[in-house]
């Protein structure tokens, strides 16, 4: 295994010009699937590598529970222990699963709330909440995906900027924009290198929404309004995992995207451009990352086999 297996905890850096170039030069749908299936495949490499480096650097500490086996001096020979990065691997894996697991919980815990909060209303697509406090935010749930929107931001938009919030939302909930927004979230925290394509994939979820809305409402200045108007008064979503239409975020260029002639659908950038360029360095470097986490893996496994006694 060698210097490979602590590879995949660096190559996300590879992943950074992707981040900020794919927020420019590409669809928001193509930058938002190309982002978080990154951070995805990486953040996966990452966690295997610290189960790793845990397994190999204590193996040859008092009262570890692997076999004797791994006492043998050829065995010894066969996996580079390093007890320093093992002891600290054991921590940092904690970490990352108690805040992977507290993430989660608080993401099933805040969608339930919001379920039981909306119980006594009509059992409609849209529901509307009573109070001063203006906000909307789409809730998928297994039954029947809802928007939810306050009296008071619908009496602050016009009819036509109405349509384009409801238009927004249900692009959400139709590209299931919660569940990406949380693979980033837990791939941020399995490893802190990813935290701009987080951040990258939280702006083009948006992006992707507003064009959507545009595009439905046949109107992008509509959709720009719209947006201006309820980020000067409204709160974000209950989660950062739910997505709304007013968010903490660079609302400015989302403006001016529309502003701007619609993005062109392509798929895949040109390999001759920047964006292309940072894209294959992006896919190259998590190709590394999976080939270096499965070849750590295989072989500590391969060892395990020949010093575990039949």
């Known amino acids: 295994m060698g210097v490979f297996v602590f590879l995949p905890l660096v190559l996300p850096l590879t992943a950074w010009p992707i981040a900020r170039l794919a927020e420019q030069h590409l669809h928001p749908r193509t930058a938002t699937r190309l982002l978080t299936g990154l951070a995805g495949a990486m953040a996966v490499c990452s966690f295997v590598c610290l189960g790793l480096l845990m397994v190999v650097g204590t193996a040859q500490l008092p009262g570890n529970p692997l076999p004797d086996g791994w006492s043998d001096p050829e065995v010894r020979e066969a996996v580079p222990c390093d007890e320093v990065a093992g002891r600290a691997a054991v921590p940092a894996l904690l970490a990352v699963a108690a805040a992977c697991g507290a993430t989660l919980w608080r993401h099933w815990r805040v969608r339930r709330a919001a379920h039981r909060a909306l119980a006594g209303l009509p059992d409609r697509e849209v529901a509307v909440l009573p109070g001063e406090e203006p906000y909307a935010y789409a809730l998928p749930g297994r039954a029947r995906d809802r928007i939810v929107v306050t009296a008071a931001l619908l009496h602050r938009l016009e009819p036509a900027e109405r349509r384009a919030l409801f238009a927004h939302e249900r692009a959400h909930l139709s590209a299931r924009h919660h569940r990406v927004l949380l693979v980033v979230r837990l791939a941020a925290l399995a490893n802190p290198f990813l935290h701009p394509l987080r951040a990258a994939v939280s702006y083009t979820t948006e992006r992707w929404a507003d064009e959507e809305a545009a595009e439905t409402v046949g109107s992008r200045r509509t959709v720009a309004r719209a947006i201006g108007k309820a980020a000067l008064v ?48 992006a896919a190259v470097g998590t190709a590394v990352s999976a080939m270096s986490s499965a070849n750590s893996a295989l072989t500590l496994a391969l060892v395990l086999h020949a010093a575990t006694p039949l």
């Open 234 to 281: 409204a709160g974000g979503a209950p989660v950062p995992t739910l997505a709304g239409l007013a968010v903490p975020g660079p609302v400015p260029r989302r403006v001016a995207a529309l502003l701007a002639p619609a993005p062109s659908a392509r798929t895949w950038p040109s390999a001759f451009t920047a964006v292309g360029m940072a894209a294959w360095t």
